[in-house]
């Protein structure tokens, strides 16, 4: 291992800017999509024909195509188009700079989440602003951050195929909207529903792909991360990835 390795080992926690400082394990959150299955989901989403996918939703869909920002904000927090409108506490459209360089996207709102309406505010948020500095971004600050659905799903369950389905609209808007450089989706959940395929995330990660034309990295979640210590050298391998693509994308622009 060579100096700058190391060095990268270090801002990974494998030193100390990402050492877990306090006891966390036990209070965290679930974050069941990383072990459970959500693959049936993606894959449903996946496999689901054309028409199926769209059809009952189109005029929503177009209507959700044509908003601005604070018109697509304010839809998404009086939004009642899945069941977990009734169980929320606030919707959670996302949160950063409207123009961002650089989009990160969750799976869902968590209880925190859930309670202070802003995405990635409890455990996993802090190793996920760690990550950022990691690589000298912070939230805000040409980054945006967002998830696939934009409300909790009750005792943080796998989100359902419907809730996807009739949430995606919104984040298309957001990525159209922001016009990221990249995109780095965070987990096996938003990984799989954003390529729609089903491939675990040993496969996605690693590895370039496109989410509505924009370079796309995959890397595991951090509430993943924080049960997971040993994968956060491959994490760090994937924030490398990232950079490198940005600086190639920013090159080639
Ligand atoms: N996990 C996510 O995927 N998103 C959040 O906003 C919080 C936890």
Redesign the pocket.
């Known amino acids: 291992m060579n100096a700058k390795t190391d060095l990268y080992l270090k801002e990974m926690g494998l030193g100390p800017r990402w050492r877990l400082r306090t006891p966390v394990l036990a209070a965290l959150e679930p974050?069941v999509s990383v072990n459970a299955e959500p693959q049936s989901d993606a894959a449903t989403i996946a496999q689901a024909a054309p028409e199926s996918r769209a059809a009952p939703a189109d005029n929503r869909r177009i209507a959700i195509q044509g908003m601005d920002w604070s018109t697509l904000c304010s839809d998404i927090r009086t939004c009642n188009a899945c069941p977990l409108s009734s169980t929320r506490t606030q919707a959670?459209p996302g949160v950063g700079a409207e123009r961002a360089d650089w989009l990160f996207v969750?799976?869902?709102?968590?209880a925190d989440?859930d309670a202070q309406g802003e995405?990635?505010v409890?455990q996993?948020?802090k190793l996920l602003d760690a990550m950022l500095a990691a690589i000298g971004l912070k939230r805000g600050d040409n980054v945006y951050i967002a998830?696939v659905l934009k409300c909790r799903p009750p005792g943080n369950r796998n989100p359902a195929a419907e809730e996807v389905m009739r949430c995606e609209p919104y984040l298309l808007r957001q990525v159209e909207l922001i016009q990221p450089k990249l995109i780095v989706a965070?987990?096996k959940f938003a990984a799989q529903t954003l390529l729609a395929q089903d491939a675990p995330i040993a496969k996605l990660r690693g590895s370039v792909h496109r989410y509505q034309g924009i370079p796309m990295v995959v890397t595991y979640?951090p509430?993943y991360l924080l049960r997971t210590l040993t994968d956060k050298a491959k994490a760090w391998q994937d924030l490398c990835l990232a950079v490198k693509t940005m600086r190639e994308v920013e090159q080639a622009g």
């Open positions: 974050e959670v969750g799976e869902a709102p968590g989440e995405p990635f409890g996993a948020g998830n965070l987990g979640h509430a």
